[in-house]
């Protein structure tokens, strides 16, 4: 093949690869919808998303919101505007920093995981064996899923912003001497539920991301360890540079209403 | 009562021909066994039967309904009419035994669990692992998985019953342990049409009521056990006789 062919070759390739994502999703998506509903399965996987992520988006909201504080506080501070840093890391975290970590930290465990288990259930014909009981495997695996993650990616990115503000105030007002009353005031004049709740609209969507594409990835694995190996990084890479285009188009939405709302 | 009909079925994976017009009769209540190499399209032929690959061309008739170009959705309806046995048993192995087996009556029946275990001990002993009920699949041999298997896939009761070579790997023993398994399942649900793939030659000649062999995308020979000892067809002689030499190049 000639270099236009391979160009063209993987603008097909990829093409497919949209359009079967695409399908994939829709399918999954409906299968949300529709019954039967299968809360035992959605419980297990808000557990699996939602608790055992907490302690490492906590740990990871708590040292971005310390490390951002210090940072800021050496900013800010050449030009005398300390009384600032509170409510400017807050609302980097709220709005940017809570939605983006914490998306990338659970895809990383959780993506990876369900590219992992599903590409294990498909090269060893488990998909198959649930196909074969008459069982809609897109609604039993996927929809389940990404129904938990969309619940949960959100609680848990509050969660990172509830730890990284304690973990900046704690740093700029009891180690880096930032006077609590301004540092406060400004926080709560500047910083809105929207921000919040921005940030935690953004992160529902990562989730159905994170889980769709992890879904998709091991759904769709082929030739035993070695495709469930590229099946699972393929996931992580391809959800990972999602959430970041999709967040800077987010943002250009949600910053015009923001300029508003002042 | 319905037999199966596959008429001039083919399947091919990018330009490699798999099945080249491939017709065979599954004759309702009996056992048949597909024989044929590794890799001569018996386990594509399985998956057809289960709609989880769609032939490029051809029909599959279920006595007189012609199942081969339903919507999934319909097809879901055809495969409650079939069990089937995986290769390498297929087990979910986030499950226990018990809820294997439980899993096809908890997803189509609204039966208490009362009675769902009542009906998956009782399965579990047929197949003589009542005591595994609450094991993981790791934590069992291979041929205990694929009697598990076997459990499963006869829990509610089908019409037909598919196993994709249900003694690969295990051991003499365990094999005839299956084999017997198969036969005795077959014998003992009224109703019940069984087809077998497999190479495994003492394995098809013991359990066997038909015999159809796999060769080149097509079925080139078909005949009771009595039949493939004695026919002098070049293909079957080579491969009853395990000899490199013939017809099949290895």
Known sequence: MNPI??????????????????????????????????????????????????????????????????????????????????????????????????????????GSAMAAELGTMRVTEQIDAIESMSVDPVQYLASPRIAASILMVPILCAMFDLVGVIGVSYVATQMLGVNPGPFYNRMEWFVDPDDIWGGMMKSAIFGYILASVGCYRGFY??????????????????SGVAILVIDYFITLILAPMSVNRA | MSD?????????????????GLDLVVPFGKITVII???????????????????????????GDTDITRLPEGEFRKVRNRFGMV??????????????????????????REREIRERVVASLASVGLADAIDKDPHQISGGMKKRVAVARALIRKPEFLLFDEPTTGLDPIMT??????????????????????????EATLRIADKIAMLFEGRVIFEGTADDVRSTDHPVVRQFVEGRLEGPIKV
Not at chain 1, 78 to 96: C, K, N, Q, Y
Not at chain 2, 7 to 17: H, N, P, S, W
Not at chain 2, 86 to 109: C, G, I, K, W
Request: overall charge positive; glycine content about 12%; aromatic content about 8%.
């Open chain 2, 176 to 201: 005839a342990h299956v084999d017997e398994l198969i036969r005795h399942t077959q014998d003992t649900s009224p109703g019940l049409t069984s087809l077998v793939i497999s190479h495994d030659m």
């Open chain 2, 36 to 62: 044929g190499r590794s890799g001569t399209g018996k386990s594509v032929l399985l998956k057809q039967l289960m709609g989880l690959l769609r032939p490029d061309s051809g029909s599959i008739f279920i």
């Open chain 2, 4 to 20: 199966i009909r596959l008429v001039g079925l083919r399947k091919a994976f990018g330009k490699q021909e798999v099945l080249r």
């Open chain 1, 5 to 110: 062919e391979r160009l063209g070759a993987w603008v097909i390739a990829s093409i497919e690869d949209l359009g079967g994502y695409t399908r994939f999703t829709a399918r999954a998506t409906w299968g949300m919808i529709r019954p039967p509903y299968r809360f035992r399965l959605l419980f297990k996987q808000m557990e699996f998303v939602g608790n055992q992520s907490l302690s490492i988006v906590m740990l990871t909201g708590a040292f971005t919101g310390m490390v951002f504080a210090v940072q800021s506080d050496f900013a800010f501070g050449r030009f005398g505007a300390r009384g600032l840093l509170g409510s400017t890391v807050t609302l980097a975290l709220t709005r940017e920093l809570g939605p983006i970590l914490t998306s990338l930290m659970v895809n990383g465990r959780v």
């Open chain 2, 86 to 111: 995986f290769q390498n048993a297929a087990l979910f192995d986030s499950m226990t035994v018990y809820e294997n087996v439980a899993f096809p009556l908890r997803e189509h029946t609204r039966l």
């Open chain 1, 221 to 238: 694995a082929r030739g035993g360890a070695e495709g469930v190996g590229q099946a699972t990084t393929r996931a992580v890479v391809a």
